[in-house]
């Protein structure tokens, strides 16, 4: 426990968790010619640069990193900025977040990916609270977990690279 918070996922289980979401990632973009992940920064980018590290291990085909600037707690009042080196169009791409909660980061995060004509565009978590208040789901989680709505769910990452879930 961290500050009278529960423990979700060790480093160790959070290190499973990837490892599986890259190589269903890699199931079911087996005949892409080239992967995208695009990471909401600031951990959803940390996620994306732990299941990218995994599917460069993996894959056949060329992975490529890109970041995504949402204000979490009011993305309409901002700019969505966006970063990539990739080429967007006609290429699979994937969407990477910490956690899904009401799925309005998310949302908001796939409208510059949009605009560049992805061939297709998927969404991966490590954590999916299951509280979506907009049409968009996760289509790789790490763990799903049933929360109340008062609860949140904290994705941390030390200087040491220790990573934790702890729900709080």
Same mark, same amino acid.
């Given at each position: 426990?961290?500050?009278?918070?529960?423990l979700?996922?060790?480093?160790?289980?959070?290190?499973?968790?990837?490892t599986r979401?890259?190589?269903?990632i890699?199931? +079911?973009?087996h005949?892409a010619?080239?992967l995208?992940?695009?990471g909401?920064?600031?951990?959803?980018?940390v996620v994306?640069h732990l299941?990218?590290?995994?599917?460069?291990n993996?894959?056949?085909?060329?992975v490529?990193l890109?970041k995504?600037w949402?204000?979490k +707690?009011?993305?309409?009042a901002?700019?969505?900025?966006f970063?990539?080196d990739?080429e967007?169009?006609?290429?699979n791409?994937v969407?990477?977040d910490?956690?899904?909660n009401?799925g309005?980061?998310?949302?908001?995060?796939?409208?510059?990916?949009?605009?560049? +004509?992805?061939k297709?565009?998927?969404t991966?978590v490590?954590?999916?609270?299951?509280?979506? +208040?907009?049409?968009i789901?996760?289509?790789?989680?790490g763990i799903s977990?049933?929360?109340t709505?008062?609860e949140?769910?904290n994705f941390?990452?030390n200087d040491?690279?220790e990573?934790?879930?702890?729900?709080?």
């Open positions: 426990m961290k500050n009278g918070n529960t979700i996922l060790t480093h160790g289980e959070i290190q499973q968790k990837i979401m890259a190589w269903q890699l199931e +079911n973009n005949k010619e080239r995208i992940l695009i909401v920064e600031k951990k959803g980018t994306a299941i990218a590290d995994v599917l460069k993996i894959a056949p085909m060329p490529s890109g995504v949402v204000d +707690n009011n993305p309409i901002d700019s969505v900025e970063q990539c990739a967007i169009a006609q290429n791409v969407l990477v910490d956690v899904l009401s309005k980061t998310l949302m908001y995060a796939t409208l510059p990916i949009l605009e560049r +004509n992805p297709q565009l998927q991966a490590l954590a999916n609270r299951d509280h979506a +208040n907009f049409p789901k996760a289509d790789f989680v977990l049933a929360t709505l008062q949140h769910i941390t990452k040491a690279g990573m934790s879930v702890f729900l709080d």
